[in-house]
Each structure stands twice: as C-alpha cells, then as structure tokens.
C-alpha cells in the first residue's frame, strides 16, 4: 500500500519547535552549570547551592511558573486568532507581503505569527515542566539536582522573553496597518474639510 508523502512545511514545523524547546534549555543549562564548576573552583569552601535553593528559591519557583504556563495557556488560541484576525487579514499587510516577496524577501505569509505560536507553546510546556521540576528534581538534596531545576526554570523565563519579542514583531505590524489606516481616514477628513471650507468661501463671495 502506497504511503503518502510527508509535507514539508509540516516537517519544517516540527524542526523549528523541537529547536524553539531545546535551544533555551541548552544555553540555560550551560550558564549556571559552568558557573557552579567556577564557584567552586575559586571558594575556598564548597556552597551549598541545595539550601540556598530550597530556601530561597524552590517554592516561588513552582508557584510562578505553573501560574504563568495556566496564564499563558488559557489566552494562547485566543490571542493568536486576534491577530491573524487584525493582522494578516488585512488588505495593507497582504500587499506589503506580496511586495516583499517580489523583491525578493523569501518569508511566508504567516511566518510572524508561526514563529509567536511556536514559541508561546515552548513557553508554556517549559513553564509546566519547570514546575513540575520544583516538586520532583528540585526535592533531591543534591546541588546539582538544584542547579537543573534552577535551570529549567532558567530556560522557561528565556522562552518567554523570546515569546514577548515575537509578540512585539506583530504588533509593531499590527501599529504599521493602523497607522497607515488613521493616516487614510484623517487625509479623507481634512480633504472634507476643505472642501467645506472652499464652499463657506464661495457662499460669502456670491453674497
């Protein structure tokens, strides 16, 4: 039985999620590992990186990151069907895409808000894993079970400033539309106005 071919786009869809998720957990887990090698190479006496964790750290932690990934959640679809909606319905953005592409700009029409989409999801399952993380890795007296829950919660802070970029790129599109749309709306006014203005002018000549 023939097998029907995979699409690439769905395959270039799956690379770039799989990339979105593992790209802040790998520069996360560098940083404070590396940085736990030098501290105690440098201190005279080992740090307890497990108390200062569970002390300070770990209850705020879990707490934080499984209300922003409910927060996130539950405004995902929403949010995204706003903006296609006010966005990439819009007849000036289609026509400022169809103008790039003839230039020769290689994008996808809705790759601005595949990418916000791609990565508010890795926010959210990293917040949910970081969480999740507090409870069950980052209750092992171990300090560098401490430094992986410390850095998964690292990674899920990154995907969401990454997420809030992504967020700004389409509304700064969203801005460009409404201010073009302004622009046409108060060009028509002031024209009517002056129109009105030549009238009232004429009308006092005749008189």
């Known amino acids: 039985m023939m097998q029907l071919a995979s699409n690439p786009q769905d395959n270039r869809n799956r ?13 996360s887990f560098a940083l404070p590992l590396v940085s736990l090698e030098i501290w105690k190479f440098c201190s005279e006496k080992n740090p307890d990186i497990y108390k200062i964790y569970s002390t300070i750290y770990r209850t705020p932690l879990f707490a934080g990151f499984i209300t922003a990934g409910s927060f996130l959640f539950s405004v995902k679809t929403f949010s995204i069907f706003r903006i296609h909606d006010e966005v990439f319905k819009d007849q000036s953005y289609q026509k400022k895409h169809i103008e790039d592409v003839r230039l020769g700009e290689k994008k996808e029409f809705l790759e601005p808000l595949m990418n916000f989409s791609d990565y508010l999801f890795a926010s959210i399952l990293l917040s ?7 409870l069950t890795i980052g209750a092992i007296p171990n300090d560098h079970c401490s430094i992986i829950s410390l850095s998964l919660a690292f990674s899920a802070f990154t ?14 599109e969203w801005f460009d539309i409404r201010s073009a749309h302004f622009a046409d709306d108060l060009t028509k006014i002031k024209n009517q106005i002056d129109a ?8 006092h000549g005749e008189l």
Do not use: C, H
């Open 15 to 27: 690379t770039r999620i799989i990339f979105y998720i593992l790209m802040p957990i790998i520069l």
């Open 128 to 134: 949910f894993i970081s969480s999740i993380a507090q």
């Open 159 to 172: 995907s969401i400033i990454i997420s809030l970029f992504f967020l700004k790129m389409n509304l700064e």
């Open 196 to 203: 009105e203005v030549k009238d009232r002018i004429k009308e």
